[in-house]
């Protein structure tokens, strides 16, 4: 996706060789009408696919999930990082561990609103070792739903995560790959 690749080589910031900063317009601050382009192209991309849910992890991942839900005209559901006082005992639950914050996170799901009869497309912002992916998919997998697929903003293709997933069979659209930040430089993958 040009537009996606345009504006990480213009507002993006190289932080290191491993991490990316997009804040300016995906995980801080929200550009509404790049991130309705992103979730069109999604919409786009699983469109025949039969999805009744957008599910994405809190925080960066719900704007895109809202965007592609609401392109597809879906509900879209996020896993929680809290459990919180309203989410009573029935609940699915993954730990996932963020290498970006070196924490392990529990994560929470309803179970009044995802079941079997659910085709499930999962969203986030970034791809990186999969860690969040694995904890989401098992959620579906606790759900007995079924995963069409996942949708990446921006993955790093030069970590495994997205490798490893694709080896298991996970069908993953990712919108930008990039294949390096050496030196402060991106490069693409594709």
């Known amino acids: 996706m040009h ?3 345009d504006k990480i080589l213009k507002e993006g910031k190289v932080i290191s060789d491993n991490i990316l900063k997009i804040d300016s317009f995906l995980n801080h601050q929200l550009d509404p009408l790049f991130l309705k382009a992103i979730g069109d192209e999604f919409a786009r991309r699983y469109s025949n696919q039969g999805v009744t849910k957008i ?4 925080a960066s991942g719900i704007a895109v999930g809202l965007m592609t839900g609401m392109a597809l005209n879906v509900p879209v559901l996020f896993a929680k990082k809290k459990q919180s006082s309203t989410l009573d005992h029935r609940y699915f639950s993954s730990t996932i561990y963020s290498f970006t914050k070196k924490e392990s996170v529990e994560i929470f799901v309803s179970k ?3 079941g079997p009869k659910d085709r499930v497309l999962i969203i986030d912002d970034f791809l990186a070792r999969g860690e969040a992916l694995r904890g989401l998919r098992e959620i579906v997998r606790q759900a007995n739903a079924v995963l069409v697929g996942v949708g990446i903003v921006v993955e790093k293709a030069f970590q495994d995560g997205g490798r490893k997933l694709r080896e298991e069979g996970v069908r993953i659209e ?3 790959r990039i294949a390096s930040l050496k ?8």
Do not use: H, M, Q, W
Not at 55 to 58: I, N, Y
Not at 183 to 190: A, M, Q, R, S, T
């Open 3 to 5: 537009l996606l690749r």
């Open 55 to 58: 599910l994405t992890v809190e």
């Open 112 to 114: 009044s609103y995802l």
């Open 174 to 176: 990712s919108l930008a």
């Open 183 to 190: 030196n402060g430089e991106v490069k693409f993958l594709d």
